[in-house]
């Protein structure tokens, strides 16, 4: 007759709930975090920010500031003002076979103007051919375009650049 041994309950809840403890504190920290990217967002020049998403920076920019965020999911951010009525001719030659920007259904309201495209063919939102895609640096999945007349000359520019 074999004699049966006795299950270490101890050691069974340990190897199952050490990881069950750690996906939870990972899920918390992640819905609590400021920045669900996974961390402060980090300067980088804005050629950089720019060239992920196929463009340059306008040579009428100025006061330009970058960041970028990484975690499993990359976000460039690029903010700078720029002359009025040089953002068509900027937006043209970055994406020259995208849709027309909107000026309705623009979020959030205070944009006045708003681009939003997909790198991918088959959307609504397509790009088409960006002549900066064979690029270095290339690499977004999805480029927004947000823009504010901020007044009768001046236009502040949000360029957003994203992986998904």
Not at 22 to 30: R, S, Y
């Amino acid at each position: 007759m074999a004699v049966r041994g006795r299950t270490r309950w101890w050691v069974v809840s340990a190897i199952v709930g050490l990881p069950v403890l750690l996906l939870g504190a990972a899920v918390v920290t992640f819905a609590t975090s400021d920045h669900p990217l996974g961390g402060e967002p980090e300067k980088v020049p804005c050629a950089e920010a720019l060239a992920f998403g196929g463009a340059r920076l306008p040579k009428e920019a100025y006061g330009a500031r970058c960041t970028v965020q990484t975690w499993l999911d990359t976000r460039y951010v690029a903010r700078f003002r720029m002359p009025r009525e040089a953002v068509d001719d900027w937006l043209e030659a970055a994406y020259p076979e995208a849709p027309e920007p909107e000026t309705e259904s623009c979020y959030p309201e205070s944009v006045d103007l708003c681009l939003h495209l997909d790198m991918t063919a088959g959307g609504a939102y397509y790009a088409g051919e960006v002549p900066g895609a064979s690029g270095p640096g290339f690499g977004a999945n999805g480029v927004d375009v947000d823009v504010a007349w901020e007044d009768g000359d001046t236009a502040l520019v949000e360029f957003t650049a994203f992986t998904v």
